[in-house]
């Protein structure tokens, strides 16, 4: 197999070969092949060079922490963020954030990471389960003191710790590269959206809070995340899990890409707390009753009634089983209901109305998907390269969405925590040396873009991707066969395409970078879909419909092999994998 | 048409450091609507705007790829 270098230009036969290979892709609407009208030169570029003990690459909810902690416990910290601290990723539209209050909790801890556990049918982590509820409270007290939850809008609070702690921030800052030197973590590198301007940052130590990624659905506000972080640490050698799960959101049949009004008022509501309720939610089982019985999957006309029965699909445990229909009107879900909805009513995201499934395609459940932890301080297999809520596969909750509200407590836990371990690593280390001529190298592969005289519009790659992953009959009901058509798909564009994207300005750069990104994550998607061959929790298979303890008791850990081709290995559960 | 208008503006720029997805960039002082194709529909440029200048549609300006079609 052969993986192309960004930077290498296209021959004639390749250009022949890709014009008859594209003409059967999906007719859409951006341009694919075309002469790169470039409205900027890449030669004008100028570089900063940043230096830190500690940098945090993401500003949501992890990221702010992850900050924090790391400045609070001694180390230098910079935060790089691809869009505004608190007002990017997924952080501003979560609104429930879980607090485990033993006052006022009937059961134990102990009982609650049993229930989780029950639930997950064992794919959860509950080293992380029941870190979430011994740190929650303490980390929604800080962020009552900063008045996160007096706002509707998370910036201004967030910005409070910062700004009284001077911890430098960069934002709208797109970091495409991690480096690493002497086998572990050197800096990052990527470039500026609104300047001709590439950084690297030369860093001790580096935590992950990019969040977790999709295909740039319709439905589900991460347009802005594309895996970035565990793509990235993917091509230095850290190992990535979780990429079989999938997150079961819905949108509307009106406007589905309308994701605001897909979720009632909630994106404009004041962040909660809320108690232990343990689901097993929105895995696949709607998108199975739709698949089998026909759409939409709740509400509307043509909806089948909660009650009728369809042979076969996800195993949801007796325990957990609930009524997910749609409310027949209103607007959505009732306030107060937080981030899970009203109990035994629809999960959350359920606006009124007619719902189709598949709003966040690409997207595996929360804490599930993203770097390998080889410990429970958030440490990943490469040393000094830490990560944190949805870019770290913590397995917090499992391959199910199980605590209500545990998305952004599980960031904030996860993220102050990482804080912490970086700091304590980067502590009386000195800096690896980059070497001259590989941060050149890096500059050119980031630019090579805005570079080629012709290329694929990334829009256009990233529409022709759409079309392969994002149908039910690909991750949201599994078989091989068609897995196996889909991965031919992703290996062209991976092999022909990513290395030809063009752009002509900085916001086509950072869609190339994204597109690129997006690629590898679809191929990690469909390796370990096809690798498990069992059903459970939000991964369900036709050829493979029953869960299989004998055999499935894994998460599965994907990783570069030597030759570049993609890896995958067992992971048992209860286990941590060896760093390096 | 996703964002569908701004009117009024102030050129404070909240709105477009607020979008994720970069679809507003500011021009001679003015909050101009640049790349409507990526409009995630997630109304936070709206939000965060001081003056409420910001209209807003639930149309995207692109064709939709939803996984039932």
Partial sequence: MTTHEDNAAPTRRDFIALSGASAGLAAIGAAGWAQNAAEIDAESFTNTDHATDVLVIGGGMAGLFAAVKAHDEGAAVMIVSKGRLGASGLTPFGKGFFVFDPKTESG?????????????????????????????????????????????????PFMRPIEDRDIPLLERVTITHLIKEDGRIAGAAGFRLDAEETITIRAKSVILCTGAGGFKPNGFPLGDL??????????????????????????????????????GDMFERVPSTNGVDVHHDLGVDMNYRAYALGNPVSGGPGAPQAETPVAGGPFVPEEFQRNFDSPPGGDGPPPGAGEGGAPGGPPPGFGAGANVGGASAGMAVHKSEGLVPINDRCASTVPGLYAAGDALGSHMSGGIYTQIGSSLAGSAVQGAIAGEAAADYASGRAASVIPDARLAQIRDQILAPLRREAGYGPAWVTQTLQGVMIPNFVLYVKKASMMQAALAYIEELRDHHAPMLRAANLHELRLAWETRNMILSAEMKLRASLF?????????????????DANWRVWINIFRGEDGTMQLEKQPFGTWPAQG | MTIKSINGCIGCGECVKSCPCDVIRMDHGKAVITYPADCQICHLCRMYCPVDAIEMSPEKSIPVVVPWG
């Avoid at chain 1, 498990?532 to 299989?548: A, F, G, Q």
Wanted: hydrophobic share 30%; with cysteine.
């Fill in chain 1, 532 to 548: 498990r061959t069992e059903s459970r929790c939000s991964h369900y298979r036709l050829d493979y419909p029953e869960v299989d």
């Fill in chain 1, 226 to 263: 594309t895996h970035d972080g565990s793509v990235m640490a993917y091509r230095i050698g850290a190992k990535i899990t979780g990429k079989e799960w999938n997150d079961g959101h819905s949108t509307r049949v009106d406007h589905p890409a309308a994701t605001f009004d897909g979720w």
């Fill in chain 1, 108 to 156: 134990s801890i102990d009982d609650f990471v049993d229930t989780v556990s029950r639930s997950a049918l064992g794919t959860n982590n509950p080293v992380y389960t029941r870190q979430v509820a011994e740190h929650s409270r303490d980390r929604a007290a800080e962020l009552q003191s900063w008045g996160y939850f007096d706002q509707t809008l998370a910036h201004r």
